[in-house]
Every structure is written in C-alpha cells, then in structure tokens.
C-alpha cells in the first residue's frame, strides 16, 4: 500500500496514467479526501488511461458507475454517505 498526494488537476493525470500502467483485473484503489478534492477527476484520468471512451460522472447518488476498459469493468464506487456495511449491500447488483 501506497499514498500518492497531487497538487495540481496535471499531476493528477499524470498519477493516473502510471497507476492505470500497472493495474491488473482485480485491483483495488481507495480514494480519500473532502469533497471536490479531485477524487472523480483522478477517476476520469484513470478510465482514460485504461482506454475507456465512457462518460466519468461521481456515483455520489448512485453509489455505483461501471466504466468499460481495456483491463474490465472500472467500478467508481462513492461511499460518502454510507455509514455502514449493510446500507451499502449490492444495492447495485441485479
């Protein structure tokens, strides 16, 4: 585990292009920070990166958004108002 701090919407992007570099089907990365501190730009850049032409929007109200990419499914998953594991229990799966 790893923590990667950017200062500026380029550096982001850069982070994104050498993080999406070395993901594997599977990985898993956390995101932290107050909001609009740039988590769902990170994730744009990093859809990008993984080939995906697919429009990047926060799940804030959704929770959950699947982005197709060259490695699988990209799941950009907001847990800001979860206060628990059982709010959150596949309410977006079929």
Not at 36 to 57: H, I, M, N, P, R
């Amino acid at each position: 585990m790893f923590c990667l701090v950017s200062k500026s919407k380029g550096e982001t992007a850069r982070i994104a292009e050498v993080v999406a570099r070395h993901l594997q089907q599977g990985d898993v990365i956390l995101l932290t920070g107050q909001l609009a501190c740039g988590k769902t730009y990170f994730t744009k850049a990093l859809a990008v990166a993984l080939g995906s032409s697919d429009l990047v929007t926060s799940p804030t109200y959704t929770l959950v958004h699947s982005y197709t990419t060259k490695i699988g499914a990209l799941l950009h998953i907001d847990l800001y108002r979860i206060s628990s594991i059982r709010e959150f229990q596949r309410p977006w799966s079929g």
